[in-house]
T-cell receptor, first 120, second 110 residues
Framework: GAVVSQHPSRVICKSGTSVKIECRSL??????MFWYRQFPKQSLMLMAT?????????EQGVEKDKFLINHASLTLSTLTVTSAHPEDSSFYIC????????????????FGPGTRLTVL | EDQVTQSPEALRLQEGESSSLNCSYT??????LFWYRQDPGKGPEFLFT???AGEEKEKERLKATLTKKESFLHITAPKPEDSATYLC???????????FGAGTRLAVHP
């Protein structure tokens, strides 16, 4: 159980275009989804936290108008990279936390397989 | 500022040569320390969660331990299929937010 999918797995686009990445929790409902970015040989950097039905919370230095996040349902969050440029090329990974369990002291995060974005 | 530091950055082992990876952290109010395995081009795969100093968890050839300032991931008699990047992350107190270390790239050669 606790499977998270991402689509597409790989995308190549021209500079100036917008790209949408989907993150789905397949067998559980996720109150919270997280979007990370990972550059080669570097660790995961949290970009934003999204809660279903509310606006995303962005980390310092992440442009909210460039990285649009929508968490429309308990199983789907989307990240849209608007007017993409070569410096946006990266590996984007989402994770999802299930609905809060009363006996847990935290919400575990399950990670998707990632989306490789290349902007030419 | 909360920080997670992993060492070494890269490690090369011969098959069967046991070793340990280190994760040191400085966070206010640790709510959990996580170990993940990440293969190239894939998302992180969950390995362990540790909550309190003195806690240990094992899974096959891997054993994770936790003190008040650091965690170790011990690899006993590794095999080539253990080659991956191992990531350490801490759950920041008060938030459901993971802070990741840079990872240790492990290569196990036959």
């Amino acid at each position: 159980g606790a499977v998270v999918s991402q689509h597409p797995s790989r995308v190549i686009c021209k500079s100036g275009t917008s790209v949408k990445i989907e993150c789905r929790s397949l067998d559980f409902q996720a109150t919270t989804m997280f979007w990370y970015r990972q550059f080669p040989k570097q660790s995961l950097m949290l970009m934003a936290t999204s809660n279903e039905g509310s606006k995303a919370t962005y980390e310092q230095g992440v442009e909210k108008d460039k990285f649009l996040i929508n968490h429309a349902s308990l199983t789907l969050s989307t990240l849209t990279v608007t007017s993409a440029h070569p410096e946006d090329s990266s590996f984007y990974i989402c994770s999802a936390s299930p609905l809060f369990e009363a006996h847990s002291s935290y919400n575990e995060q399950f990670f998707g397989p990632g989306t490789r974005l290349t902007v030419l | 500022e909360d920080q997670v530091t992993q060492s070494p950055e890269a490690l090369r082992l011969q098959e069967g040569e046991s070793s340990s990876l280190n994760c040191s952290y400085t966070v206010s109010g640790l709510r959990g320390l996580f170990w993940y395995r990440q293969d190239p081009g894939k998302g992180p795969e969950f390995l362990f969660t540790l909550y309190s100093a003195g806690e240990e968890k094992e899974k096959e050839r891997l054993k994770a331990t936790l003190t008040k300032k650091e965690s170790f991931l011990h690899i006993t008699a590794p095999k080539p299929e253990d080659s991956a990047t191992y990531l350490c992350a801490v759950l920041e107190g008060g938030y459901n937010k993971l802070i990741f270390g840079a990872g240790t790239r492990l290569a196990v050669h036959p």
